[in-house]
Nanobody, 119 residues
Framework: QVQLVESGGGLVQAGGSLRLSCAAS????????MGWFRQAPGKEREFVSE????????DYTDSVKGRFTISRDNAKNTVYLQMSSLKVEDTGVYYC????????????WGQGTQVTVSS
């Protein structure tokens, strides 16, 4: 089991930046690939980014490539999402998730943190 707690959301103007954090507790943090997802009002939850357990591999959805950066600090059991050049369409609840391997489902989820980008 792993417990996930997100923080860092808030209200920001378009073009601004935010850094989300996700603190994990439980078994070995570096056993888990970590992902960020988001859900906009009235829309389904969508994948944003993922990072491997070692941090050596990352993936992004096309709409955030070049603007968002995922990273992790395994000594602090924390994964980050640095978001820059934010757009109104980035608004939503951002969720942190964990899975044991690239072929596994994301079984563990945080409670989410709200990101609102104003025009």
């Amino acid at each position: 089991q792993v417990q996930l707690v997100e923080s860092g959301g808030g209200l920001v103007q378009a073009g601004g930046s935010l850094r989300l954090s996700c603190a994990a507790s439980g078994r070995r943090f570096d056993d888990y690939a970590m992902g960020w997802f988001r859900q906009a009002p009235g829309k389904e939850r969508e994948f944003v980014s993922e990072i491997s357990g070692s941090g050596s591999s990352t993936d992004y959805t096309d709409s955030v490539k070049g603007r968002f950066t995922i990273s992790r600090d395994n000594a602090k059991n924390t994964v980050y999402l640095q978001m820059s050049s934010l757009k109104v369409e980035d608004t939503g609840v951002y969720y942190c998730a964990a899975r044991l391997g690239i072929t596994s489902a994301f079984d563990f989820w945080g409670q989410g943190t709200q990101v609102t980008v104003s025009s």
